[in-house]
């Protein structure tokens, strides 16, 4: 399986907008914040493993 890493960009109401940073890419992610911990924020740096994410 495998890793991704994400910055999030911006948070909007019940979405967060996730840019990859183990690749070069300005395309951004729309991600439901359920599916995200809960802490997050603005700048907030995640790892994407096996349909999860968790804090870096």
Do not use: N
Not at 11 to 25: P, V
């Amino acid at each position: 399986m495998e890793t991704y890493f994400y910055e999030v960009v911006s948070i909007d109401g019940d979405y967060a907008h996730l840019k990859r940073t183990d690749i070069q890419s300005d395309d951004l992610k729309l991600v439901a914040r359920a599916l995200l911990p809960a802490e997050i924020m603005e700048g907030s740096r995640l790892k994407y493993e096996m349909m999860q994410y968790e804090m870096m």
